[in-house]
Structures are given as C-alpha cells and as structure tokens.
C-alpha cells in the first residue's frame, strides 16, 4: 500500500480491492468440527495459523433475528421463469428447448444443505404483448393459465398457487412445461413487452413477501404498448447525440423497486436484429443479475452454449437482499464502486441478489499519508 498518494500516482498501479462475498471456497477449506485448542505462551492457540478463521481475511457469522429486514426471519427465495413467446421464439426453438431443460433443472436448485431439498419456490409467466400467470397448485389436475391483458397496470391475478414447491407440484409442472411449446407453436404475435414482465415478477415476490430471481427469455425489441416500450436506436446520425443514450427512466426506477425487494434478474437474450441491451440490461445489472445474448440464436448451433449458461445460472450458490460497506483505517477512503448492484448514497452497496460469481472492486484515494508502522486495514461488513 503506498504511503501517499503521489506515490500512488508515480506507481500507476489501480489502488483497489476486488471483493467476492460468495466465492465458491476450495475443497480443502472446510474447517473440522473439533473445536479445543490449547494456548502456546503468548496466549494464542497453538493451531492459530492452521484455522482459516483465526488467519484469514473473512469469516462469516449468522445472523439473528435484530439483523433481519423488518426484525422477522426472511422467507424462502423464489425463482420465477418468464418466457416470451412470440413467434421469434417459438421459431428459434428457444421456448422449446427452455421448457425441456427446465423439467430436470429444477431438481438442481440451490440449497443451503445438500443433505436436503432446496426450500426454493418455482413460478412460471410466459408472454408476448400480453401476459400469462400459471396456477400449478398441487391439487390441481391440470395446470390453469391466467391472462392479463392490461399490461399498463401490472397486477398478479393469483395468490395461491403461483409460487409453489417443486416435490410437491410436479406433476402439475411437468404437464405445464409440455404444454407450453404446443399452445403457441402456431402463434403470429411477434410484438412484445418488457417491462410489465419484470412488474409481474417483482409484484409476485412482494405478494409474497420474499426475495428472489427472475430469469426472463427474451427475443426482440419491446415495441408493444406498454410501461418501457422502446424505440429503434440503430441510427448512425445518433452517435454523440443525446438520443444516442439509453433510454432508462422508467428502468431505472424500476430497478430501485427490485432492489428495495431483494428481486434479481437474469435476462437471457434471443435477438435477431436490434434489441438494446444498454436499456434493456439496466434492471439486471443494477440488481445483481446477469445479461446473456445470444445473437441469431439457432437451436442446433447454439443449445449447447445457453444450456450450459441456464444450468449454471440456475444451481450456483446466491444470496438475497444484502446491504455491504466498506470502512478503512485512517488516510485511506473508498471513493467509487463497480459492479453490477445498486447505490442510494455514497457508502451503502445494495445487493438485490449476489451470487459466487459476482465481484465487487472498490477504488481507494488517499486522505492523509499513511504510517508505514501502522499500515492501512480494510474491513468488508455485510
């Protein structure tokens, strides 16, 4: 760490930190049940250096209660599917191929014991300028399609039954997922909606009073009458303009509702021609979610590559409605912030989800010179 900022300036060195609160820990980092050590004669243990929590930078405590949103314990997370299907996606096979993956990818969800089923709730959405909810209720024979036309006032038309447990439901799912590809295989509704999607997702969390993630499957431009409806950028004579930039209002506000819910989402892309991904990814990255595109998507060329994206997207480690700090010794500040979240003021990091592959880099400026006896410590809380 230099000790003054000109000789920060002279190293031309980032001075920086790159966090990753979830990284996925090697095997051999477990620590072993047995606890006792006896003390050497400074009063140490003796195995200190040998316990990742006695000589290493992180160490986690659960919290209770008091630390908790609201002072209650939250509810289990929610993952809810919505998929487009208007005729691009039908035509690419990318509705097909989801609601085949999905069948056996749900048995993978993310649990906090492996020992156990995972506690995640499953919800499904499909949509094109319309909307429509699922009912997969245990009970249910078959499953019920809901339809929400006005999409102008985002409502959830079902409580009980939308965010299920997959043991118990799955029949009802399976059957749905089957029946998804046949209902719209001879559709010609190529307009679509984006932003009541993600309305639908987070108001279906906040009825539930939980945290989660949305994986949306997306084709093209949403250019259908709605909340969010975009135009056309691709425009050579916009470069350097101001009609250039996104168009984010509505998204970035969007984004604070997610955010204050602990709703991530992860926005898969199926274009074939322009979409506006700087507009479209705003909710994602502010969220914690991820954007992945696939340009031209064809199902023989490129299954394999989104396959292997959902999959991982859907089982890695992740964690829900966060807040982090930074604070620092005396002489040193964080002063900016990268990564894929959300910042009401200038020290708080809101994590609506973040999961073992996000990372957050911190920028530190000098305040004062530092004292090479004394050093500079650096502590993340979360």
């Not at 609160?21 to 049940?33: G, I, K, R, Y």
């Not at 056309?232 to 996104?246: A, H, S, V, W």
């Amino acid at each position: 760490m230099p000790c003054t900022s000109d000789m920060a300036k002279q190293s031309q060195v980032p001075l920086a930190a790159v966090i990753k609160p979830l990284a996925t820990l090697p095997p051999d980092e477990v620590m072993p049940p047995q606890y006792f050590q006896h003390l050497d004669h400074t009063g140490k243990r003796v195995d200190c250096y040998d316990r990742p929590e006695l000589s290493l930078g992180t160490y986690e405590f659960l919290a209770t209660v008091d630390y908790c949103k609201n002072n209650k314990v939250p509810e289990p997370p929610a993952f809810i599917f919505l998929i487009d299907v208007s005729y691009n996606a039908v035509k690419s096979g990318m509705v097909n191929i989801v609601c085949n993956e999905l069948k056996s990818l749900l048995d993978l969800l993310p649990r906090e014991n492996p020992e156990m089923d995972s506690v995640v709730r499953v919800g499904f959405v499909t949509y094109n300028k319309v909307l429509h909810f699922y009912n997969v209720k245990s009970t249910l024979a078959q499953p019920q399609m809901l339809v929400v036309s006005d999409v102008s006032d985002m409502f959830v038309p079902l409580l009980d039954g939308f965010l299920v447990n997959v043991n118990e439901s799955r029949q009802v799912i399976e059957s749905l997922l089957e029946q998804i590809p046949e209902m719209f295989a001879d559709t010609r509704e190529t307009e679509t909606v984006f932003g009541p999607v993600i309305q639908a997702g987070l108001e279906a969390l906040k009825a539930a009073d939980c945290a989660g993630k949305l994986f949306v499957f997306h084709t093209s431009l949403p250019i259908a009458e709605a909340p969010g409806k975009l135009k056309n950028r691709e425009d050579k004579k916009l470069i350097g303009t101001d009609k250039e930039k996104p168009q984010v209002g509505f998204y970035n506000n969007l984004a604070k509702e997610c955010v204050a819910q602990g709703c991530c989402v992860d926005l898969f892309l199926f274009p074939n021609q322009y979409v506006d991904v700087a507009t479209l990814g705003v909710v994602p990255v502010s969220t914690g979610g991820s954007v992945y595109k696939y340009t031209y998507f064809q199902a023989q060329t490129d299954q394999e590559r989104f396959l292997k994206d959902l999959r991982r997207d859907v089982q890695k480690q992740v964690g829900f409605d966060a807040v982090m700090r930074v604070r620092t010794s005396t002489g040193i500040r964080a002063t900016d912030f990268f990564g894929s979240f959300f910042m009401n003021n200038t020290t708080d990091v809101e994590l609506a989800g973040l999961d073992c592959d996000k990372a957050i880099t911190v920028e530190f400026k000098h305040d004062d010179k530092l004292s090479e006896e004394t050093g500079a410590l650096m502590q993340v809380c979360g």
